[in-house]
Structure formats: structure tokens, C-alpha cells
């Protein structure tokens, strides 16, 4: 399938909200449990430090695993967030992550939906539903489920890239 710019930067988006961690290590494990509060870009965790194995499942297709190496520093979604008339961030009770997005440049438009649940020191799981438009063209939806776990210190020569 053939990806545009803004869907890329959906995913990227999904990617980098994914590597996230709970600030202090906090967080819970499943979804939901209570109303949602409201966050800003600005209240996102920081991911945790080292390095990290990705498993992904798109549409259903096989497993894809990847690593990254962690910094530490807070997770940057302000320059995927300028295209969206709409960009909402919420933590459940139960620590869940969820964001919602609308985005346009040009003639295409993209919404998201992804939430990540987990204890988001040893390990998480995030959901992401994007569906891209272009004009004149039949809607392109996808789907992700990805488990991504803490494997340890950053190998040798690894430069930390936070997941991007």
C-alpha cells in the first residue's frame, strides 16, 4: 500500500507515543478503568533509557521486530501535531495512553486512533487504526498491534534515537 506523507507521520507518531514511558514508572496494565483525563504534548512521558525490541503485526501480516535505543528524553509529537485540526492525548485511571488525530496537508487527510497499555518499564502493547484519503481516491485503512519489551543497556556503537 502506497503511504503518503501524513500517514507516515501518523505512524511515526504512533511509534514514538508507543516508546513511551510512565513518568516515574507509573502506569497500569490494561485499558480503560475510569475517565480519561485530558493531556498535553507537553505532560508525555519520557522513555525510559536503553534498548528496546518492537514486534509488529500489521493488517494481520507477519511479525516485524525492530530495536531502538532509548535516550531518555520526553517524546516530541509538536511537529505531527501542527497538520491536525485535531490532536487529542489522554491517560486512563489505569495509566492507558490513547490519542486521536485528524490530519491534513493537501489532498490528503488522515485519522488515527492508537492506544498503549502496559507497565511501560518492562514492557508495552499499542493498537493504532489509520485510515488515509486522498483525493479522489478510495480511503486506505490500516492497523498495528505491537508489543515492544525492554531488553537492556544500549549495545556498543547503538546511537540512542528514542524509537524515531
Known sequence: MAMTRVGLALT???LLLAACSGK????GAGGGGGPDT???IAD???VKPGYWQRVDT???GA???SHFCATGEAVDLGAVAKNCSTFTLKRSLSG???TDATCASGQVTSTAHMTISGDFNSSYTSDAQVTVTIAGKPPQSFTSHAVTTYVGACPAGN???NGT
Request: proline residues 8%.
Open 12 to 14: 511515526g507518531a504512533a
Open 58 to 60: 500489521s493488517n494481520g
Open 159 to 161: 546511537a540512542a534515537d
Open 38 to 40: 485530558n493531556i498535553s
Open 96 to 98: 492507558e495512553l490513547t
Open 44 to 46: 508525555l512521558p519520557h
Open 24 to 27: 516515574g514508572g507509573g502506569g
Open 63 to 65: 511479525p516485524v521486530t
